[in-house]
């Protein structure tokens, strides 16, 4: 196979896998999305419960993008509070770790078979009844197909030895958790990357080591989606997206220097968990997720804390002009309350003004009668 078909192949195959997730999570929410819905408003105030509900809801419609973005539409509408949404956030980062165990089958030989799901979804399609679970179907089986296809395009040796001459270059701990971010964020799947980096390491395109810090900044990335989908919401949803983000990048701000330091010894530990590589990552995934999910829980209140520290309350139109007036109303009634406090020095300058005018007018008529006898005098002497 020559480099650019591999290299078209490896493009496809992640199309094919993107857009068989994008299927399976829309024909599960078509199947059960309702039913998602009412369990994610009836969670009470209760953590664990939330968290639990998150990763079972997440597992069920295949993306933790999804899941947020409900919860961000749930804390929107005021359905939601914030405590709530953190407890759903933070197991929804777990329930997301089901489509790595699922695309680590593929190191098992076995995707060929589970591709056949995608013919015989095909076929249910036809019939009305059960028209929803035949997508749902056959986005599971495009997953299989796309890993194979990514798969398939690493077999060429000298795209196995430019891949990992790349990643030599690069073997920076921090530098791979960025091209995590940037990838994750330009696919917006923290789901798809992993299974990208399971199908890659599966073919000894990359090692484990790379491949672990690559996965630790796939979950930071994957936040993008979030933050985006609240460009013009309200002060409490912003503050859901700014709850997703810290808690992502704190795990991973915590667990980065742990792996950096004790990278052999995690290593040995997952070998001795299970042989394939990729089952390796998606476990390391789902201890990872896990891990924080458990230190994080019980800070869910310091988590609210900031995010209202970072998103403050603004003050809209009607609050600011509800303000004007009160205290317009404030001055008025300050100025009747010194007016019947002092009537008295009101009518006193009221007596002053008419003491003024009465002696202006004395004064003309005394002017007047000057006048006349001056008038007088000068006729008789004529």
Aim: glycine share 6%; net charge negative; charged share 20%.
């Amino acid at each position: 196979m020559q480099i650019y078909e591999c290299i078209l192949s490896l493009i496809s195959g992640i199309g094919v896998f993107i857009l068989a997730m994008e299927l399976l999570s829309k024909s599960l929410n078509e199947l059960a999305g309702e039913r998602m819905k009412l369990l994610l408003k009836k969670i009470a105030g209760n953590r664990i419960k939330g968290v639990l509900v998150g990763a079972f809801v997440t597992a069920v419609i295949q993306s933790s993008t999804a899941t947020t973005i409900m919860v961000i539409g749930f804390v929107n509408a005021n359905v939601m509070d914030l405590y709530q949404a953190s407890s759903i956030i933070i197991g929804a980062n777990i329930g997301t770790t089901a489509t790595g165990l699922l695309a680590s089958l593929e190191s098992l030989n076995i995707s060929l078979y589970l591709s056949l799901f995608c013919f015989i979804g095909v076929m249910l399609t036809f019939i009305k009844k059960i028209k929803k679970i035949g997508n749902f179907l056959v986005g599971l089986g495009m997953i299989f197909v796309g890993l194979k296809l990514m798969s398939s395009s690493c077999d060429d040796e000298s795209i196995k030895s430019g891949f990992r001459s790349v990643f030599s270059k690069i073997n920076f701990p921090l530098l791979l958790e960025f091209l995590g971010i940037l990838f994750t964020a330009i696919i917006q799947s923290s789901s798809a990357m992993t299974g990208i980096v399971i199908v890659m390491i599966t073919n000894e395109a990359i090692n484990i080591q790379n491949a672990l810090f690559i996965t630790l900044g796939a979950n930071i990335g994957t936040c993008v989606t979030a933050l985006i989908g609240v460009i013009g919401g309200n002060t409490n949803s912003k503050r859901a997206a700014i709850i997703h983000l810290t808690f992502n990048t704190f795990g991973c701000t915590l667990f980065t220097p742990i792996l950096w330091i004790f990278i052999d010894e995690i290593i040995n530990i997952l070998q001795s968990i299970v042989s394939k590589e990729g089952m390796q990552i998606a476990i390391f995934h789902l201890f990872f997720n896990c891990a924080t999910a458990l230190i994080t829980t019980p800070l869910i209140k310091f988590l609210v804390k900031f995010s209202e520290f970072v998103i403050k309350d603004k003050e809209n139109k009607d609050t600011i002009i509800e303000k004007l007036i009160d205290n317009v109303d404030d001055i008025s009634d300050l100025v009747r309350s010194e007016e019947s406090i002092n009537p008295v020095n009101g009518n006193k300058d009221d007596n002053k003004l008419e003491n003024n005018e009465d002696k202006e007018k004395k004064i003309n008529l005394s002017d007047n009668d000057n006048n006349c006898e001056e008038n007088k005098v000068k006729d008789t002497d004529l």
